[in-house]
């Protein structure tokens, strides 16, 4: 027996009927861009293996440096050509040829990244360790990419390079967000970066941090809804930083945990209070000597 919602006539199964009805609701999104996160993690693969050689041996092709480069032109312009048509963002070839003299620059602070990973994590055993194995090396490297064609007004594709990185990494990085030299992201998972963020240099962030907004109201849209992170502050696992008047001073140290929507002073600790000793009680009474 078919089940149709009440005072609603049933509608026909056949497939024809039901194609129809499905192309009047597509005809609601417009044209499309034909974009797919498949063809990003490609595209990824190619830039990578352009700006850091661990990539590049590892593909077993033989190509050289040039070679790829001109691979990685034709396919950075069949994704921007589409997405660029119609759009006063200049020629979509000279756009794609500048983002990739943009590309040594990139890689030079995709290095200081890794460097910070390496020299703060004792962990870490080598520099190519960082490079192949660190989902937040990964997740920042992908934002880099992406903040690079988002200051060159190409539409889209710089969310969806952060997106996949973020189904990747599990770290969150809007291609707005501002951030300086040296960040290292350990662990990655959670972490949370907002359009409007501003991150200055040699942060460190771990899992479960969240640089996010206090509202999302529309009228919030231009507005700087995302806090500013001064110089040489570390940030630990499950810290929520919010609001975009919020600036937390540089050198500072924000512990685990936390919830902070106001400014914190230069040089300061925020560490989350629990509750007081004699207020934990044990599971189970300890074992006496003699027991």
Request: some cysteine; charged content about 25%.
């Amino acid at each position: 027996m078919t089940v149709t919602p009440k005072n609603k006539p049933e509608q026909s199964s056949s497939f024809d009927d039901i194609a129809a009805r499905l192309k009047t609701h597509h005809e609601r999104y417009g044209d499309l861009s034909r974009m797919s996160l498949s063809k990003i993690g490609d595209l990824l693969k190619k830039t990578t293996a352009v700006m850091f050689p661990h990539y590049a041996v590892a593909q077993e092709d033989d190509l050289s440096l040039e070679e790829r480069l001109r691979q990685l032109e034709d396919s950075f312009y069949d994704l921007v050509e589409p997405l660029c048509r119609g759009k006063d963002v200049g020629c979509a070839r000279l756009l794609v040829h500048g983002f990739l003299s943009d590309l040594p620059d990139i890689a030079d602070l995709c290095y200081q990244d890794a460097k910070a990973l390496l020299e703060g994590d004792p962990a870490a055993q080598s520099m190519e360790e960082v490079i192949l194995c660190y989902p937040g090396f990964f997740a920042v490297v992908a934002y880099r990419l992406a903040h690079a064609l988002h200051k060159r007004d190409v539409p889209l594709l710089p969310r969806m390079i952060t997106e996949y990185a973020h189904q990747k990494t599990g770290a969150d990085i809007h291609p707005g967000a501002k951030i300086g030299h040296s960040l290292a992201i350990d662990h990655a998972t959670g972490v949370v970066i907002g359009e409007t963020t501003v991150i200055g240099n040699n942060v460190k962030i771990y899992q479960g941090v969240t640089l996010g907004g206090l509202r999302v109201d529309p009228d919030q849209r231009s507005q700087k809804r995302h806090p500013t992170i001064g110089d040489n502050v570390v940030m630990y696992a499950g810290a929520t930083i919010l609001g975009g008047d919020t600036v937390i001073g540089h050198n500072s140290v924000i512990g685990g945990n936390v919830w902070i929507t106001r400014s914190v002073p230069a040089w300061s600790r925020v560490m989350f209070r629990p509750c007081d000793t004699d207020e934990i009680v044990p599971i189970r009474a300890p074992k006496t000597a003699e027991s």
